[in-house]
């Protein structure tokens, strides 16, 4: 009982976070490997993120794990992109595939409740793309994978290059915006922006340095990245 008023009080967060958010009209979640409901189908039901489940400290989500004591978040998936241009670090499987580094295979309203379980706390939202900057609690990102039977990991800034500064991103920590419910839709089940370096108010997490409101000089950064459909691992930790 104690676990399912856990999974419970994630989706009060969710929902409660945006204003004049609707319970009569809102999208029903979705398996990350299903298609999204259409607007209007099933429009009684709330959004939900997927039960929650324990393995000794560690809470699953749907895909996504939370350490318990470390507050640490992990959601996998792969290598999307090598090179060209970007808007987003980290999408879902039905997201913009075209200008994201990686893709995650997790629902975004379990990744969302999860981040939110962990402490992170949002902002208030952004007016619309491009303009910030994001307002949230920070949160450090760390992309982790295997090369040649060897454990590898780096912060996620250093795989997006800044074609104006001719230089990687500096080490920042992230910024933890939370997507909103408006007219009863949950936000983020739209494009599946999860993690994004250029501004956009409904993503999950963005990119707090001011080049995130150019979406024209930021590429992936070929130096760092590992060969396309790499497995990732990418780790969310509150700072």
Known sequence: M???LVGLFALG???TQAAGSSAQDALPAAPTNAPL????EESATQPQASPVRW???TALIGSVRLDSATKTVVATGWVNQTEGPIEVLACGVQGKVHESVFVLAVNPLDLQAALLLAGL???EPMPELGVGPPKGDPVDLVVEWTANGESRSARAESFVW?????AVLPETPWTFTGSVVKDGHFKALAEESLVVTYWDPFAIVNLPLPCGSND???VVNTNAVPPYETPIALRFTPR
């Open 2 to 4: 104690q676990r399912r």
């Open 13 to 15: 967060l969710i929902l």
């Open 37 to 40: 409901a259409a607007a209007g």
């Open 55 to 57: 393995a000794d400290q």
């Open 121 to 123: 706390k949002r902002g």
């Open 162 to 166: 800044n074609l104006e500064a001719n």
């Open 216 to 218: 024209e000089i930021l």
